[in-house]
Structures are given as C-alpha cells and as structure tokens.
C-alpha cells in the first residue's frame, strides 16, 4: 500500500468517527433536553381607558312669569285716584286740595308697590333637561405576562393569549415561539 491510500484510509475513518460521535451527542443532548416549560404564573395585563357618555336630568325651576307692565303704571293710576278720593274727602279749602294731592301721591306710590308684589309672586313651573358629560372609566386586558421555567432557568414573556395548558413548547433550550399561537408573543 501505498502512503496516499494510507493516509485516506486513516483520514476516512477519523472522519466517520468525528461525525458519529457528533451524531451520538446530539441524540444524547436532544433526549436529556427538556421538551416544555413549566408554567409558574400568570398574570393579566391590563390597560385603563375612559368612554364618555352625555347623562342629563330633568330639574323643575320656577321662573317669575314676563311682567305685562313692567312700570307698574296701572297700579300706580288706580292707586293714585283711590288715594285722591280718601284724601279729598279729608279736610276743607285748600287743606282739602293738599290733602287729594298727599293721598294721590301716597295712594301711587301704594299702588305701584301692591302691582309689584303681585307680578314677584305670578310665578310658573317648568321642567329644564340639565346635561353633562361624563367619562366612565373602564378596563380591558391586553396580553398576558407569563412566567415560566426551563430547567432551572426562571423567565417571563408576555402572551397575546392565555396558554391553554401549564407548560409551554421548548426547542433548542427556549421557548418555541412558533409552536405557540401565531402571534400570540410579544
């Protein structure tokens, strides 16, 4: 035998050894590996956020009804020839004429406060919606964080999703993502 053809042989058997071995290794690692994550909690994430939404009453209020003579001038004419008439019937001469005028102007002036009293109290009921907004505050989960454990490795990942089980799909010594639920990890 020639060297070359030593040497090939020598080199091919080195080379089966090395890929055999290599082989034996991995199908040792990939038993002993663990295949799931332990599941140790799970905890819901949520997010806060506001509606708003319009809430309106129904108030009664009691409003003084329009004044038809805002001046009182009626009552003050019809208080005013009353208050002449008294007055005029008080007295003689011309004491009689300052009596009329006294009891006209006095009879005025009660005659304009008497309309006045009584247009304040001419009320009328009404019944007024009263609205504002308001905002409730609600809350809705957006994902959840999961802890897990690979051998004795602790970690969290937070999940679109809740898992359906206690452990969770491992390849290669970490989670396999793409076992879970398309999209489901963030």
Request: glycine share 10%; with cysteine; charged share 25%.
């Given at each position: 035998?020639?060297?070359?053809?030593?040497?090939?042989?020598?080199?091919?058997?080195?080379a089966?050894?090395?890929?055999g071995?290599?082989?034996g290794?991995r199908?040792?690692?990939?038993?002993?590996?663990?295949?799931?994550?332990?599941?140790?909690?799970?905890?819901?994430?949520?997010e806060?956020?506001?509606?708003?939404?319009?809430?309106?009453v129904?108030?009664?209020?009691?409003?003084v009804a329009?004044?038809?003579?805002?001046?009182?001038?009626?009552?003050?004419?019809?208080?005013a020839?009353?208050?002449?008439?008294?007055?005029?019937?008080?007295?003689?001469?011309?004491g009689?004429k300052?009596?009329?005028?006294?009891?006209?102007?006095?009879?005025?002036?009660?005659?304009?406060?008497?309309?006045?009293?009584?247009?304040?109290?001419?009320?009328y009921?009404?019944?007024?919606?009263h609205?504002?907004?308001?905002?409730?505050?609600?809350?809705?989960?957006?994902?959840?964080?999961v802890?897990?454990?690979?051998?004795?490795?602790?970690?969290?990942?937070?999940?679109d999703?809740?898992p359906?089980?206690?452990?969770?799909?491992?390849?290669?010594?970490?989670?396999?993502?793409?076992?879970?639920?398309?999209?489901?990890?963030?």
């Amino acid at each position: 035998m020639n060297k070359s053809m030593v040497l090939g042989v020598v080199l091919g058997a080195a080379a089966a050894t090395a890929v055999g071995t290599i082989a034996g290794y991995r199908a040792y690692v990939a038993e002993d590996a663990p295949q799931f994550a332990e599941v140790l909690s799970i905890n819901a994430v949520n997010e806060s956020y506001t509606v708003p939404r319009e809430e309106c009453v129904q108030r009664q209020v009691t409003k003084v009804a329009p004044k038809k003579d805002e001046h009182q001038i009626a009552g003050t004419a019809v208080g005013a020839v009353v208050g002449g008439l008294i007055g005029n019937q008080v007295g003689g001469g011309s004491g009689k004429k300052i009596a009329t005028l006294a009891g006209a102007a006095a009879g005025g002036y009660a005659g304009k406060k008497v309309q006045e009293d009584m247009q304040n109290k001419d009320t009328y009921t009404e019944v007024e919606t009263h609205c504002a907004t308001v905002n409730d505050k609600k809350q809705r989960v957006i994902g959840y964080d999961v802890e897990y454990k690979i051998a004795d490795q602790v970690a969290v990942v937070r999940m679109d999703k809740k898992p359906a089980s206690d452990q969770l799909p491992v390849k290669d010594g970490k989670l396999d993502l793409d076992k879970l639920q398309p999209g489901s990890t963030q």
